[in-house]
């Protein structure tokens, strides 16, 4: 079978040129530049959806994202928007997913493919519907213990599971229910009707034929991340019905590039790919030629949309990220929730952030530092902002620095071991030992959400 070319690059950038516009196009140059819930819609809306993790231990992936972003972002702004206002959904789009309701209409073939691939009477979670369906008319948004049903099925990732809960996600996947709201990471759900405005449930999908959609889909993917490789991390594209393949997405971008949607690219330094970029954001690229790399500083989520495609950290910013929280201890690098350090325009450094609840502690419990990063009196001063900011993203009444880590006198300098940043905790947390962490939930399909 003969592949479809890739277009050839019209445009090159340098390895410093692509990094600018990468943080830039990410809301990250510099970082906490956006305000208030009207910030959190334009990013989300800019870049098409944000990656949801339950994983709470320094707050979900999507908090953490908008932490960076966000001037003051509190997590209470998140939720307004989700459960409150409903302007944003808690859906799927690229794994578990939020995404602007508006959006809704067109991910109608995603939800008639969930539909043929759950849908089978005969199949055990099917069977359930009835007595689940009932429960939820009757009683209003229920989590899935608050349905007494006790038998049990294998599901995701192998994994044995109530069925009531396989029957609450093939539900939701196919959008008979949906997310009402969330007590954590705990999934609540109600009638669809009950949830999303009566307009946006009857709107029609706006491509009419599967190329149309597919053209969308890339364009939104594309967007995502800012400048996209047609290679490399393959869950960067999932969730594109009919263009699964590595040809399907040639032909695809072939076809944007085509209609001047999207412009081919060609970095510096990252000879071994093309890249892609949505024609609508080369005013950003050119803004990004006048606007200084100011020395600020933000710790990135683990599935932040800047981290989809790791390829592309190694290449763009020399920085070789893996999330290891799916690895055993015994094989880990670095830790089990690692952050990324960005300050300007390089990633400096990990961060293994643990918050006690408990006494609303902060602890910097790991540290490493990129290989080459020499700390200087501007880090010093990017980072000081950036934790002071992280701490009053997770409302910490204390900040401290492990005992592992005191002999980093720049660390120290940053973050002395006492330091307060509010007023003095009830209690300290330990310094020693490993602290307790959450197994990672499994899902309909594959990603880690919540039940």
Not at 115 to 127: A, H, I, K
Not at 313 to 330: G, N, Q, T
Not at 388 to 404: G, I, N, Q
Request: proline share 8%; glycine share 6%; charged share 25%.
């Amino acid at each position: 079978m003969t592949k479809t070319p890739l277009p050839e690059p019209t445009l090159s950038l340098s390895l410093e040129q692509a990094r600018r516009f990468l943080l830039a196009h990410q809301g990250l140059l510099p970082p906490r530049a956006l305000e208030g819930k009207s910030g959190i819609l334009d990013f989300i809306r800019h870049v098409g959806c944000i990656q949801f993790d339950p994983i709470d231990l320094v707050g979900r992936n999507p908090d953490l994202v908008l932490q960076s972003r966000v001037a003051g972002y509190s997590p209470r702004l998140l939720e307004e928007l989700l459960y409150s206002d409903r302007v944003l959904v808690d859906g799927w789009d690229k794994m578990a997913a939020i995404y602007c309701t508006l959006d809704w209409p067109c991910f109608g073939r995603h939800r008639d493919l969930m539909r043929r691939r759950y849908g089978d009477p005969l199949s055990p979670p099917m069977q359930a519907v009835p007595f689940v369906l009932e429960a939820i008319r009757e009683r209003g948004p229920l989590k899935s213990h608050d349905l007494e049903h006790e038998e049990r099925i294998v599901w995701s990732w192998g994994h044995p599971t109530r069925l009531v809960r396989a029957t609450l996600e093939v539900l939701s996947a196919m959008a008979h229910i949906h997310t009402h709201h969330r007590v954590r990471s705990v999934r609540y759900f109600d009638l669809i009707e009950r949830v999303l405005p009566a307009e946006i449930l009857a709107a029609r999908d706006p491509n009419t034929t599967e190329a149309a959609y597919q053209d969308w889909h890339v364009l939104r993917r594309v967007g995502g991340l800012g400048l996209a490789p047609s290679s490399g991390a393959p869950e960067y594209w999932l969730g594109i019905p009919g263009v699964k393949t590595a040809e399907a997405r040639r032909a695809v971008l072939a076809h944007l590039v085509e209609q001047d949607r999207l412009v081919a690219v060609r970095v510096e330094g990252a000879p071994r790919r093309t890249f892609f970029l949505r024609s609508q954001d080369l005013p950003t690229l050119a803004k990004t030629e006048e606007v200084e790399a100011e020395p600020s500083a933000a710790f990135l989520a683990p599935l932040d949309n800047l981290c989809w495609d790791r390829e592309l950290l190694r290449e763009i910013f020399d920085f070789d990220y893996c999330w290891e929280v799916y690895k055993p201890a015994s094989v880990r690098r670095y830790g089990y929730y690692v952050l990324p350090v960005l300050c300007g325009d390089r990633f400096v450094a990990r961060c293994e952030p643990r918050f006690d609840k408990k006494t609303q502690t902060l602890m910097v419990a790991g540290w490493w530092w990129e290989k080459g990063i020499r700390p200087n009196a501007s880090m010093r001063q990017a980072l000081v902002a950036s934790l002071s900011a992280f701490a009053r993203y997770l409302e910490a009444e204390d900040v401290r620095l492990a005992e592992a880590l005191a002999g980093d006198n720049f660390l120290r300098s940053v973050l002395p071991p006492d330091r307060s940043t509010r007023a003095p905790a009830k209690s300290r947390m330990k310094t020693t030992g490993e602290a307790r962490r959450p197994r990672p939930p499994t899902s309909l399909s594959g990603s880690a959400r919540g039940e």
